[in-house]
């Protein structure tokens, strides 16, 4: 029997005080970790790469133990759903994620309606455990399984003109509380956008999954985005259209406050948004605050896309 | 917040923001509560109201005493460095320790002692502070929340409604005061019959 051993810990994590402080509880995790090793391989790997698709090792340090499906399912900030943290999963029951069709537009060869099943088909399915973190200062860890984002937009044969990806999600009023009513929130649809580098980086991932199953309505089913060196908000759920563009697209928190929402919202414990400090987060699920890492953690694989940009200024 | 108001049994993924949410809603809760027993006794005419208005003030301290430790001693856990960093960062945390800091002294200077002490006049002048708290604890609320700023906007506005009653009380008790100090005989019969 093979016994696998929690990913390594990368040489800049080594040494902290608060690893050496936390050794007996890493020792100790990483018992646990051995243990659920065994008994399901494959909630314990960050990134498990089938096909051609390569992720790179995602340095996933032993305290990222996955939330609980309970967690990751009944607190989510879904505002077509209702503002408080716990309306998406009590407001979505009446969503129909099926039938699903995705237009696809822009600068590309292979533009089109897509089919939820016609876009999934001739991809590989991947799994992912990605760290979460909110703008709001809390993270979990969710294991998603998904498809490349690259391995997706590549069929549809950008061109070279193609600076950017904008995504939409659905409006339904009739199946989104939180889109009907006298005050709203937010302007729907709710957009998003990433660089096109950003959106081929092997880490990005369009998630249709967690623990397994197909996506609960409450985090975006079927088909949502997630960008885990970037704060939640940029993960965009129900996405039914997808363009490329030239021109960076307008995205919905920026839209509705440039001053604290910017375009690239890449994780950053040294900018401070004006009401939250972004030097520390809660994990769900624990007590004590664990200070924030520069891109999520995710700097050895995505810094390098970031390297001269002011991340002040392009916040 | 219907939700909130049936008490501290579930407190959900994140229970330390609850806790926060929900002390926080209290507080407000409790103010405007104590700032209606006024406008409440002199409409219904129910003088033991009067009685309790004391009572529903240091709710409001005690709702505020357990708000803010929520936030020293559970979300921060008394990183006193880190604390100081986000008074001064974050302008709604800012606003929120002055709003204690208003509800402090007012809470002190609750007993009859101290009313004695102070002086019925000078006591009521310092307890008019509450409105200020009212007000900038809503600026608190206001500030925190992201997008959704209904609620806020539904305490300000009850706030203001509260506020607005007390001026206009005030300004009309001063007006007739006037009127029978500088006023004819003729003028200070017409407002005694009229008043």
Known sequence: MIIRRPDPIPSSEITSEREYLGRRDFIRAAGLAAAAALAAPSALVACTERGESSGGDVDQTADDKPNSFEQITSYNNYYEFGTDKEDPKANSGAFKPLPWTVQVDGLCRKPG?????????????????????????????????????????????????????????????????????????????????????????????????????????????????????????????SIVRIAFVDRAPP????????????????????????????????????????????????????????????????? | ??????????????????????????????????????????????????????????FTFFYACLHLSTWVGVDWFFDWHAMAGEIVKHKYILVGMATFLILTPLALTSTNGWVRRLGGRRWAALHRLIYVAAITGTVHYLWAVKKDTLF????????????????????????????????????????????
């Open chain 1, 251 to 315: 995205t919905t928190w920026s839209l509705a406050n440039p001053n604290e929402y910017g375009f690239y919202a890449n994780v950053n414990p040294n900018v401070d948004h004006p009401r939250w400090t972004q030097a520390s987060e809660r994990r769900i699920g624990e007590f004590r605050r664990r200070p924030t890492l520069m891109f999520n953690g995710y700097a050895d694989q995505v810094a390098s896309m970031y390297a001269g940009m002011d991340l002040r200024a392009n916040f």
């Open chain 2, 152 to 195: 806020p906007l539904a305490y300000l506005a009850t706030f203001l409604v509260l506020l607005g009653y007390r001026v206009v009380q005030l300004l009309r008790r001063r007006r007739a005061r006037a009127r029978v100090a500088g006023g004819s005989g003729a003028e200070r019969a017409r407002s005694a019959a009229t008043g």
């Open chain 2, 1 to 58: 917040m219907v939700r909130g108001a049936t008490g501290l049994t579930d407190l959900g993924a994140d229970p330390v923001r609850a806790l926060e949410i929900r002390t926080g809603l209290w507080t407000l809760r409790f103010l405007a509560i104590t700032l209606a027993v006024t406008p409440f006794r002199q409409l219904t005419g129910l003088g033991v109201l009067a009685r309790y208005r004391r009572m529903f003030g240091l």
């Open chain 1, 113 to 237: 309606k897509y089919a939820f099943e016609d876009l999934l088909k001739p991809q590989q399915t991947v799994e992912r455990v990605y760290r979460l973190r909110c703008v709001e200062a809390w993270s979990m860890v969710i294991p998603w399984q998904g498809i490349p984002l690259a391995d997706m937009l590549r069929r549809f044969e950008p061109q070279p003109s193609a600076k950017y990806v904008a995504f939409t999600t659905v409006v339904r009023p009739s199946e989104m509380p939180g889109q009907r009513g006298g005050f709203q929130v937010l302007d729907w649809p709710y957009v998003e956008g990433l660089r096109m580098d950003e959106a081929m980086h092997p880490l990005t991932l369009m998630a249709t999954g967690l623990y397994g199953k197909p996506l609960p309505n409450q985090n975006g089913a079927p088909i949502r985005l997630i960008v885990p060196w970037k704060y939640g908000f940029k993960g965009i759920k």
